[in-house]
Structure formats: structure tokens, C-alpha cells
């Protein structure tokens, strides 16, 4: 028996290419700490200084997945199994809109430190994705299904390798920190 796709909907496209945006704004990052020989690759840099655009349209795609798919499935907003049944999704949704919200040099220069610190909510966005993404396609398989579950397991598996590759740079310096102090 031969896996046979079938082509996805308006909706799904939108989603997948707001996901391929999102990766988009985490791979400089993780790629230059995982990486450091990528660290001023030109595709790297154009990213980094793109990354607010791209967080934007991957919000504005997201949206437009969200209209379509609500459309589609007609859901009944009144209904709390409606929320239940979207829960990764709308926070994701609602995460995305807090950070295109503050997308902004006023936002940076208001918000100072703090900026940096709601901007982290970009990594439980990606896992609310990872949980979304899985869930939502499994057992739908699509044309798009594959390409938005290697995407988002793969940026998933790089933040991790990422997290790995900053506690060993802070152990080692705390090592050296240590020795420093002996003599």
C-alpha cells in the first residue's frame, strides 16, 4: 500500500508558511551558537537584520492560517471545547501578537531590558508549535504535513543543542573562574 498525500487547503499552505517564516527568525541565533564557523555567513547576517520583518510576516501568515481554518471548520466561539481544541494554536497566536505588537525601535527603547526578556517567549512559542503542529496533523496527513514536522522538530532539536552548547560555555568559564580564584 502505497502513502498517498493528499494536496492541502489555502489554510495549511498559510500555516506552513508562517512556520517556515518563524524558523526563520530562531535559526541566527541558534545557528551562530551551535555553529560558530556560520557566525558571519551572509544568509546568517541578512536573517539577523530581517528577523523583525519576518517575525511580522510570520504573524501575518499565522493570521491568515487562523481566518481560513476557522472559516473551514466553522467553529462555534460560544462553545468552550472550541478553546480547548485550539489551545496551542490561539496561545501561539496570542504570543506571536504580543511580539509583533512590540516589533518596534519605541517598543525597544520603552520597554529597555524588559524587551529581551518578553521577546523570550519566541521559545515557548516554538514548543506550543512543536505540540500544534503534531497534533493538529496527526492522522491528516498532507502535502504539507512532513515539511512542517521536520521544520519545526528540527529548529526544536537545534534550540536544545543550542541550550547544551550554553552550559557548557558557562561551566568551562566557571572552571576557569575557579582556578583563577586558587591561585
Do not use: C
Amino acid at each position: 500500500m502505497l502513502l498517498s498525500l493528499e494536496s492541502a487547503p489555502l489554510g495549511n499552505y498559510l500555516g506552513l508558511l508562517a512556520l517556515v517564516a518563524y524558523i526563520a527568525t530562531l535559526v541566527p541565533t541558534i545557528i551562530r551558537i551551535v555553529f560558530p564557523t556560520f557566525k558571519s555567513h551572509v544568509v546568517i547576517r541578512w536573517l539577523l537584520k530581517q528577523r523583525r520583518a519576518t517575525g511580522i510576516l510570520a504573524f501575518v501568515l499565522a493570521v491568515g492560517h487562523a481566518y481560513f481554518v476557522i472559516r473551514k471548520r466553522n467553529f462555534d466561539f460560544f462553545d468552550v471545547n472550541t478553546y480547548r481544541a485550539s489551545a496551542e494554536g490561539l496561545s501561539t497566536l496570542l504570543i506571536f501578537a504580543v511580539l509583533t505588537a512590540t516589533s518596534n525601535d519605541w517598543s525597544v527603547k520603552w520597554l529597555r531590558r524588559n524587551w529581551k526578556r518578553l521577546h523570550t517567549l519566541t521559545y515557548g512559542a516554538m514548543f506550543l508549535l512543536t505540540w500544534h503542529v503534531i497534533n493538529k496533523m496527526a492522522g491528516q496527513w498532507t502535502l504539507v504535513t512532513p515539511i512542517a514536522a521536520v521544520g519545526i522538530i528540527a529548529i526544536t532539536a537545534l534550540f536544545f543543542m543550542r541550550k547544551g552548547a550554553e552550559f557548557q560555555q558557562t561551566l568551562a568559564k566557571a572552571s576557569v573562574h575557579r582556578r583563577a580564584s586558587i591561585f
